[in-house]
């Protein structure tokens, strides 16, 4: 979630944000974080958590959280 009135920034930014979170997945799923029951709640919150860090450092205190709206598991 962004501060009211500043969606253009986030816009602006996309493409850096896309790179930062998709870095952090590959991380999460790296380090185990896809394992198992991976919806656990201490889980979906280190991986917030990550997001969050990433996404001030691309666009600053704008940000007020990173809600998780939909995670899907590919087993191959």
Do not use: C, W
Request: cysteine-free; overall charge negative; proline content about 3%.
């Amino acid at each position: 979630r962004l501060k009211e009135g500043s969606d253009s920034i986030a816009f602006e930014h996309e493409p850096k944000l896309r790179d930062e979170f998709l870095q952090d997945l590959y991380i999460h799923a790296q380090s185990g974080g896809f394992r198992d029951v991976f919806k656990k709640p201490h889980v979906l919150a280190e991986l917030r958590e990550s997001l969050f860090d990433s996404a001030v450092g691309v666009v600053g205190d704008i940000v007020s959280e990173v809600l998780i709206t939909n995670i899907v598991r590919k087993d191959v």
